[in-house]
């Protein structure tokens, strides 16, 4: 998992590339080279770099950034060498640092690879979260619905038969067709079609009984 998402780190920062280099920095994207990307991330650096693209810069380049060692850093051109191939398209590097300090130089988000990864690892727990929702928010209208049939049928078959007048018979009925077929006890709707039916206060407390025994 770690590799894919490192692939997709890799993924994210050629895209950002393409899109950047006719842009602002066009002179020295366009057709990189070791010489102008190290030129480039000495400007980049220049402008109130982050906490993380300085460690990124120490990593690679193993040295801190230091607006009084230009000279110094002049001569790190070859350490450039792995980003110039990436945005060619010519290597896909295996250095976690050049890989980073690549990111910095599009400014692509988020960076460095240890921030992207967590944000993908959020990400995926996320979507797992919800697809776990989604099968509870279909089963338990899977079941309302069976209630709902079960219900249905029972006023049907009271209309026919008499006997099945009585109201706390009927629940009786249904929550024993309900306990067959093995449905939640807590998602039961009770529907009444085309007429409401006032329940009185005991014969809920004898539902809720049996209820409470059935769990």
Not at 94 to 113: E, G, M, T
Not at 172 to 188: C, M, R, W
Request: net charge neutral; proline share 4%.
């Amino acid at each position: 998992m770690h590799s894919k998402t490192l692939e997709e780190y890799k993924k994210g920062i050629k895209i950002k590339y393409e899109i950047v280099k006719e842009g602002e920095h066009f002179d020295y994207l366009y057709s990189p080279s070791r010489g102008k990307l190290r030129d480039l991330c000495w400007l980049i650096f220049e402008n109130n770099p982050t906490q993380d693209d300085l460690n990124v810069f120490k990593n690679l380049l193993c040295l801190d950034f230091d607006h009084t060692k230009k000279n110094k850093f002049k001569e790190q051109k070859d350490k450039f060498r792995p980003i110039e191939t990436f945005f060619k398209g010519e290597t896909d590097p295996l250095n976690i640092d050049a890989i980073n300090l690549a990111a910095v130089i599009v400014d692509f988000q988020p960076r460095p690879f240890k921030k992207f990864n967590e944000k993908c690892r959020i990400e995926e727990t996320r979507q797992i979260e919800n697809a776990d929702k989604a099968v509870i928010v279909v089963e338990s209208e899977k079941e309302v619905i069976e209630v709902e049939d079960l219900v249905k049928n029972e006023n049907e078959e009271s209309k026919e038969d008499p006997k099945k007048g009585n109201l706390y018979v009927n629940f009786k009925d249904v929550f024993s067709k309900i306990k067959a077929q093995k449905i939640n006890p807590e998602k039961i709707i009770m529907v009444g079609i085309g007429t409401i039916a006032l329940v009185s206060s005991a014969c809920l407390k004898k539902l809720d009984k049996m209820i409470s025994k059935s769990k």
